[in-house]
């Protein structure tokens, strides 16, 4: 009889892991899941998740390390404060590869780029609470992959010195002290231009 315990044990502690996760899904799918929510800073969400899969797989090394890290960031108090966060949170961008690009013109990209993701459901409205020609002087450079929109948006802010504020219907980029961030490039500003340029329509939901 001593010969078919471990089998039998190893049976019901396999069978007893996997009931917890829901027909058709797998270790590796929630694990996917959780990951694809800790992109979006849903780390909370991602964090039950992981820890589904380390009560089937204690050892799953990789789930552990991601749990480790969405307790981190929950203890700071990172991820979506408000509801229009929350939203562009969700959208994922493949890359973005930017060079010298005026604020004013990135602000517009990401706001076409969103609602080209997002098949036209969620078009961000961009307030830039600049003048003409921070808008135009402050040059942005960056290159990144498979990002939350919001962490673009958070990239953005600090290599220009702009801070971001979700408002319930937009984005609102202030530019911090009276000096714009330049990188040498400079032009003109347009007459037209006034403070406050608004980029965009004002955020909706569609993810619900």
Known sequence: MKSFSTPVTLLVALVLGLSSFA????????FNEGVA????????????KFEKVLEAKPGYVYARNYAGKCKAEIAKGAGPKNETEAIIA????????????????????????????TSGKV????????????????????????????EAIRYIG????TDF?????A????PRGSQPTTTGTESAPSPQE???????????SVFD
Request: proline share 6%; no cysteine.
């Open 23 to 30: 027909q058709g899904q797998t270790l590796q799918s929630v």
């Open 37 to 48: 929510l800790y992109k979006q800073q849903d780390y909370v969400g991602a964090l039950r």
């Open 90 to 117: 969700k959208i994922i961008i493949p890359e973005i590869n930017l060079t010298d690009a005026p604020i004013g013109d990135v602000l517009t990209y990401l706001s076409d780029r969103a609602g080209e993701l």
């Open 123 to 150: 078009v961000p409205n961009f307030i830039y609470q600049g003048t003409g020609e921070q808008r135009q002087n402050t040059l942005i450079s960056l290159s990144l992959r498979n990002v939350p929109m919001t």
């Open 158 to 161: 600090q290599l220009s010195r």
């Open 165 to 169: 504020r979700y408002d319930a219907h």
């Open 171 to 174: 984005i609102v980029a202030t």
């Open 194 to 204: 006034k403070p406050g340029t608004v980029f965009g329509e004002p955020v909706k």
